[in-house]
């Protein structure tokens, strides 16, 4: 039972970085309605560019990280502008828009391996303090991913309840054409989207990298854990997509304990198949009325 508390601890430490997978994924396709395979690129790109600031350029941690979001949320905003809203405008379909992301990311992918190799890379030195909790451990970067993961979640969840601009860009997905009916400036707020949805994975693929460090093809695992978190929990219930990211990181938790981690992938999937034959629309969504379907 030791083991199954410790993996259960460990679990709440995913369920924390999940759930900033999740919120960015969550949100980029809330709001633009289509899959965009391209942040898993975005994922990797910003440990490289974090691994970049801090190891070749000498900058310490403190700038390299936001200087590393910052990267990331500008890559992710370049594809946008060059790839995404050129498609958008000329009025290609949601397939389109997915098969142009692919091509984002297999390009993205495969430059970054060429530039620094495929051999895994880890973003601190030296052993990671722990500490004691009964029979437990805990080290200092599993609690970082829970302040951050879980302070983060919350602080954006206020954010939607408060701000007008992040209200404004939540309600993209359902009604986009009472953005432009209304007068709002809706290339900036898609720019936006790209940016914060860069945010949100740059800052689970740094507090993963911090622990276990990172290669450039980690960002498809990231992508689908974000995606299955959203279809889980519902498209448009935001904390339907925190409680599927917590539910796959616990399920995934009593899977090593009952078999081993190379079952992941296959309970992550198997929640997936589940939820979509018998909760098509989420687990925590609402039954919708006839009109509305």
Not at 146 to 175: D, E, Q, S
Not at 219 to 246: E, K, N, P
Request: with cysteine.
């Amino acid at each position: 039972m030791t083991l199954l508390a410790q993996l259960l601890l460990n679990a709440l430490c995913n369920a924390a970085t999940y759930s900033l997978l999740a919120i960015g994924f969550g949100l980029f396709y809330r709001s633009l309605r289509f899959f965009n395979i391209g942040f898993g690129a975005v994922y990797v790109v910003t440990s490289y560019a974090v691994i970049t600031a801090s190891q070749a350029l000498g900058l310490p941690l403190f700038v390299s990280i936001p200087s590393g979001l910052i990267f990331a949320g500008l890559v992710s905003v370049l594809m946008d502008k060059l790839i995404f809203h050129p498609l958008d405008k000329h009025g290609s379909s949601s397939g389109v828009l997915l098969v142009a992301s692919l091509g984002i990311y297999i390009a993205i992918i495969n430059l970054i391996a060429l530039i620094f190799g495929n051999e895994i890379k880890i973003l601190s030195k030296g052993m990671e303090p722990s500490y004691s909790l009964g029979s437990l451990i805990i080290t200092r970067i599993q609690i970082i991913q829970i302040l951050v993961g879980w302070l983060t979640t919350i602080l954006f969840w206020l954010a939607i309840r408060k701000n007008t601009l992040i209200k404004a860009i939540w309600a993209m997905g359902k009604v986009p054409e009472l953005i432009r009916a209304l007068g709002l400036p809706y290339n900036q707020m898609r720019a936006i989207v790209f940016f914060l949805s860069a945010l949100f994975a740059g800052l689970a693929s740094i507090a993963t990298s911090f622990d276990v460090g990172f290669d450039p093809h980690v960002g498809m695992g990231a992508l689908l854990t974000g995606a299955v978190a959203v279809i889980v929990g519902g498209v448009d219930i935001y904390w339907g997509w925190i409680c599927g990211a917590s539910l796959i990181a616990f399920l995934q938790a009593i899977g090593v304990w009952l078999f081993s981690a190379k079952w992941n992938e296959l309970i992550t999937f198997a929640l997936l198949i589940i939820t979509l034959l018998l909760r098509p629309h989420g687990i925590f969504s609402q039954k919708r009325r006839a009109e509305e379907k």
